[in-house]
């Protein structure tokens, strides 16, 4: 039920795969799952079944909202993927994920794109900016690109331990920097009280393919990646840095609509000014009272 209620937040039937996965709290085989499922899903139950999608009883128009965002996400799935790999390519990047609703194939016609970066230490601000230049030109694609979560290989231990940010991490899609997306996984394992049946990669609810760079031109690309970086670990790459770090820090003073929500530092950048997860927790509590469910 709190698996449901939450996708209900968001406007979002829940397949049964996904629903497994996210279960809250509960490890569980699938098998175990389906029995469950099998006795709840009534006529007066709290969750209801409609097109093999489970919604909360009364929400049933969710399962066609989903089928209709996904259309657009399939569309927006291969563009984001090209300019996620762009973005890989730049020097000190080392993974590249999406997250936000196009990780759950759940956007309407004019989404916003929302990544997860990591960069090696000292490197945040240089990279986002780095982004923010690849951002105009993806918007004359009509792709608008939101690196809200830039964070080094030194911060990717995270403090903020919510159901929220569980959900981030264990259904983020990995674009580019696999090795680094375990690594995070990894070393943020608290995830696993939120969700022990969320191990692995999320399975994508669009899962397009595009040509990757192989033989020549893979080496150009890593090749001119490692000479850009060797010319800015000196000096003026630290000035800009510290400049980059300073000026976008001073324009958002004041901006956030919850200041919890927007953090900076040297080794990190959470931008979001928007208040979403708090939005999101208060809807959800909102609803575990409804269903007389406790919020934990």
């Not at 923010?132 to 608008?144: C, F, K, M, Q, Y």
């Not at 080794?267 to 997860?277: I, V, W």
């Amino acid at each position: 039920m709190r698996a449901v209620a939450y996708s209900d937040v968001f406007d979002y039937a829940l397949d049964f795969a996904t629903l497994h996965r996210y279960l809250h709290g509960i490890k569980a085989r699938p098998d175990e799952t389906a029995r469950v499922l099998g006795r709840v899903v009534r006529p007066s139950g709290a969750i209801a079944r409609r097109h093999g999608f489970y919604t909360l009883a009364g929400r049933e128009e969710l399962v066609a909202v989903r089928q209709r965002r996904a259309g657009y996400a399939a569309r927006l799935w291969p563009r984001a993927i090209a300019w996620g790999r762009r973005i890989a390519r730049l020097p000190f990047v080392r993974m590249v994920a999406v997250t936000g609703a196009l990780a759950w194939s759940n956007v309407e016609s004019d989404a916003d794109v929302d990544f997860l970066i990591v960069t090696t230490p000292g490197r945040v601000w240089l990279v986002r900016a780095l982004i923010a230049l690849i951002g105009r030109l993806s918007r004359l694609e009509g792709v608008h690109l939101c690196p809200n979560y830039v964070l080094s290989t030194s911060a990717l231990e995270l403090t903020d331990r919510n159901v929220y940010t569980a959900y981030e991490l264990v259904h983020m899609v990995p674009i580019a920097g696999h090795a680094m997306y375990r690594r995070l996984r990894r070393l943020n394992e608290w995830t696993d009280d939120y969700f022990p049946n969320a191990a692995g990669e999320p399975h994508a609810t669009v899962t397009p393919t595009l040509p990757v760079p192989q033989g020549i031109g893979k080496r150009l690309i890593r090749d001119s990646k490692k000479i850009l970086e060797r010319n800015l670990e000196n000096r003026l790459g630290e000035a800009l840095e510290r400049w980059e770090m300073a000026r976008c820090i001073r324009r958002r003073a004041g901006r956030a609509r919850v200041p919890a929500e927007a953090l900076y530092s040297r080794e990190f950048f959470k931008d979001h000014l928007g208040g979403n997860q708090h939005v999101a927790l208060t809807r959800f509590a909102e609803r575990l009272s409804l269903l007389g469910l406790e919020n934990s």
